[in-house]
């Protein structure tokens, strides 16, 4: 009997033991999980996001890294020949990571994605954010901005997107980056033009793990789908690496061929407002010159040219991409004028004839045309598409609205021309809507 009441005792403790140990294992493995669950959202590694296709809000926010990993870098951090951002500042980290996950995103999605760049200084937000809404409402295909921007305007940038995010989850994803300079002609570039308009130069030396990019001045405007001009990236012959659109159609009214002190690309110069730019092949290409006896790098050449000409050039940085075309004119691909239409274009009667033909693609309302009196046509584009609430139908309060306004603008040469402002326009309208009824 008490062998019995011995074996029972046995069996209950080795049961209780047991019972112990799965508990304890069962205790451990839910807090290693717990652990590694708090380690990744604690580290925004490339890993991570790898795994998810799109990424929200909450990743988006981890790439853009939030305040404390983006630190605000003022001016420069520029060694001649040689780029240098401190680790926490967002730049080529936070791009490698985007880029990563993007590439993964795109793969998977089996389409590519525009990846669009533009520099805003000063009192250009409204306008910025304005342009960047004009590309989402019409691509088709998924986007990417970079955002240059002095830092005062970083918090209104983000705070603007992340709002949009909450519309357009899948369809863009963003960064947001300071301007810098070379270290030693920091001022002198500020100063060169506007503010900080020759921060495009440097692109190729700051995105370093970029390949290509459409960039932007912040007073574009896209009527069709940013994926269109995207698409001329893949008809570039092999040494082409830049696409850029003439100054001027009409040699008559063109600014370089009267004026310029300095060489310039063709007949009438090129315009830099609208430049789609293959930034590996910036950065492999070795540049004929006036300056050296050999070819040099994109990172040499810009400071030499800068001290050879500045005396003599009024448009700042887009006269020192002229300087360079025109000694490497092989190396550019000229789009036509509906690709980057200006005030120019109709001021004195209508003179780009592919804009006749198909209509007016990238809009571009330069010398302030959007805020001022002086082309009514450009300024009833700019606001029609800043008054647009998005996810109303566009074709009631986007295209309607906008023909009313345009017909108010018949007594000036561009008014004359406003059915070429829309023509593109009501194409872009009718596509992105089909798309939008698919299942
Ligand atoms: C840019 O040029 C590089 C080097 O020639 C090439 O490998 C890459 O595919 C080009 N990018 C695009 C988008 O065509
Ligand atoms: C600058 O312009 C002046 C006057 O037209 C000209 O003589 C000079 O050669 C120009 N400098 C350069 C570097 O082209
Ligand atoms: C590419 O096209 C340009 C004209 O845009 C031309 O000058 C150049 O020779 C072409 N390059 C090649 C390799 O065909």
């Not at 810098?180 to 500020?190: D, L």
């Not at 040219?305 to 500045?310: A, G, T």
Request: glycine share 4%.
């Amino acid at each position: 009997m008490r062998c019995y009441l011995h074996a029972f005792l046995l069996c209950v403790v080795f049961t209780f033991l047991t019972f112990l140990y799965v508990f304890s294992q069962l205790a451990s493995t839910l807090e290693d999980r717990e652990q590694r669950r708090v380690r990744d959202d604690a580290i925004p590694d490339s890993s991570h996001h790898f795994s998810r296709k799109t990424p929200g809000l909450s990743g988006l926010r981890d790439r853009e890294g939030g305040p404390d990993r983006c630190k605000s870098l003022s001016v420069s951090y520029w060694k001649p020949y040689y780029w240098r951002l401190p680790a926490d500042v967002c730049g080529v980290n936070c791009l490698l990571e985007s880029s990563l996950s993007e590439r993964t995103a795109s793969v998977v999605k089996g389409h590519e994605r525009s990846h669009l760049a533009v520099v805003a200084c000063g009192p250009r937000l409204e306008e910025t954010l304005t342009m960047l809404k004009s590309a989402l409402l019409f691509s088709k295909k998924p986007l990417h901005f970079y955002v240059f921007a002095e830092d005062e305007l970083h918090d209104s940038f983000r705070s603007a997107l992340e709002v949009w995010l909450k519309t357009f989850r899948l369809k863009f994803t963003f960064a947001i980056y300071p301007i810098t300079f070379p270290k030693e002609n920091a001022v002198e570039w500020k100063r060169l033009f506007k503010p900080c308009a020759s921060q495009r130069l440097f692109l190729p030396l700051i995105l370093k793990e970029v390949d290509s990019l459409l960039y932007v001045d912040t007073d574009i405007i896209f009527l069709q789908p940013v994926e269109d001009i995207w698409a001329l990236l893949f008809q570039f012959n092999s040494s082409h690496l830049a696409a850029m659109a003439p100054e001027h159609e009409e040699p008559r009214i063109g600014w370089y061929n009267r004026f310029a002190r300095h060489p310039y690309h063709g007949n009438t110069g090129i315009n830099s407002g609208v430049m789609l730019m293959n930034l590996t092949r910036f950065r492999e290409k070795f540049f004929k010159n006036d300056m050296a006896a050999v070819p040099l790098k994109w990172e040499e050449i810009l400071m030499p040219l800068l001290q050879k000409y500045k005396l003599n050039i009024t448009w700042g940085d887009q006269d020192l991409l002229n300087i360079i075309f025109h000694h490497n004119p092989e190396s550019l691909y000229v789009f036509s004028c509906q690709w980057n239409y200006r005030p120019d274009h109709c001021i004195y009667g209508s003179n780009c004839q592919q804009a006749e033909q198909e209509g007016v693609f990238i809009l571009h309302g330069n010398r302030g045309v959007y805020h001022n009196d002086k082309q009514p046509a450009f300024r009833a584009v700019y606001e029609a598409i800043k008054e647009f609430p998005f996810g109303e139908n566009m074709e009631t309060s986007l295209l309607h609205p906008l023909e009313a306004s345009l017909q108010t603008t018949t007594h000036t040469y561009c008014g004359r021309a406003g059915h070429l402002f829309t023509k593109r326009l009501k194409q872009s309208i009718k596509s992105v809507q089909q798309q939008d009824k698919l299942p």
